[in-house]
């Protein structure tokens, strides 16, 4: 599996930022979201368990536009 990179948070600070990559698997679509990982435990508890082969992470809404910016310019599906 490759991971291309669809863009990072504009307000970041240099290699310390959320940023958002698709996957080529062929299965299935997927993506990649470097971001903070949360710790808080107001959070944790409205989450709930999380198996130990997960994690939890918070990205802001401008990294996830990358998404929908994927899907203007490609074309849902591609």
């Keep these: 599996m ?3 990179f669809l863009g990072k948070d504009p ?3 240099v290699d310390n930022s959320p940023t958002l990559f698709a996957t080529d698997r062929t299965d ?3 993506y990649i979201a470097q971001g903070w990982k949360v710790t808080d435990p107001q959070v944790l508890a409205d989450i709930g ?3 130990d082969h997960e994690t939890l992470i ?3 809404e401008d990294v996830l536009k990358f998404y929908a ?3 203007l310019q490609e074309g849902e599906g591609s």
């Design 2 to 4: 490759r991971a291309r």
């Design 11 to 13: 307000d970041s600070q």
């Design 28 to 30: 299935r679509v997927t």
């Design 49 to 51: 368990s999380v198996p």
């Design 58 to 60: 918070e990205i802001p």
């Design 69 to 71: 910016r994927r899907y």
